[in-house]
């Protein structure tokens, strides 16, 4: 099964940080990798996809990076509303595991 | 817009089953599979199983079969969850997401509010 490890659990930043979150897979997963922001008591929203594809939407502080299997989600510019928890998910061979996710604090 | 709206919380207790909807708006339902996910309370996001609402195929996560069916009725665009022998570990929100293939751009690109299933005695 692949799996997917995402690191830090937690972070605290400032408002105007630059955050990175690293998601590695323990086998090569190619650029099938999305992430995804879930804020408390809503559904999870789709941010990027094909590792470094911004959705429609999507501020553009974001971004992503990666392939194989260390992946990269990057917040250029830390805002209030990103307070959120982040995952990572891979799409390869017909499987679609979730990392355990990155709780993002503001300080 | 794409839309999907999905069924209200569940109580229910240990053994017995449980069917959660998901109905689709704003696209050509038969022309997307539907995935299914749930988070348990304070937990990560867990994947489930999907299907395929041209044809009903479906597939689930080994820890699921036997236990999970997935359905359809593409009568009024909606997908159904069931799972049976309910355990109280079973307890989380239990969503539906619509998973884009275009080009092989794989994500899962819309979701429905969750569903809150609850199992206890």
């Known amino acids: 099964d692949i799996q997917l490890t995402q690191s830090p659990s937690f972070l605290s930043a400032s408002v105007g940080d630059r955050v990175t979150i690293t998601c590695r897979a323990n086998?090569?997963?190619?650029?099938?990798l999305a992430w995804y922001q879930q804020k408390p008591g809503k559904a999870p929203k789709l941010l990027i996809y094909?590792?470094?594809t911004l959705q429609s939407g999507v501020p553009s502080r974001f971004s992503g990076s990666g392939s194989g299997t260390e992946f990269t989600l990057t917040v250029s510019s830390l805002q209030p509303e990103d307070f959120a928890t982040y995952y990572c998910?891979?799409?390869?061979?017909?499987?679609?595991?979730f990392g355990q996710g990155t709780k993002v604090e503001i300080k | 817009q794409v839309q999907l709206v999905q069924s209200g919380a569940e109580a229910k207790k240990p053994g017995a089953s449980v069917k959660v909807s998901c109905q689709a708006s704003?696209?050509?339902?038969?022309?997307?599979?539907m995935h299914w996910v749930r988070q348990a309370p304070g937990q990560g996001l867990e994947w489930v199983g999907w299907?395929?609402?041209?044809?009903?195929?479906?597939g689930s996560a080994q820890k699921f079969q036997g236990r999970v069916t997935m359905t359809r009725d593409t009568s009024i665009n909606t997908a159904y969850i069931e799972l049976s022998s309910l355990r109280s570990d079973d307890t989380a929100i239990y969503y539906c997401?619509?998973?884009?293939?275009?080009?092989?751009?794989?994500?899962?690109?819309?979701w429905g509010q969750g569903s809150l299933v609850t199992v206890s005695s």
């Open positions: 704003g696209y050509n339902f038969i022309a997307y599979y």
């Open positions: 094909a590792a470094s």
């Open positions: 997401a619509r998973f884009e293939s275009k080009w092989e751009l794989f994500c899962f690109d819309y």
């Open positions: 086998q090569d997963i190619s650029s099938y």
């Open positions: 299907i395929n609402p041209r044809t009903g195929d479906t």
């Open positions: 998910q891979q799409l390869n061979h017909y499987t679609w595991t």
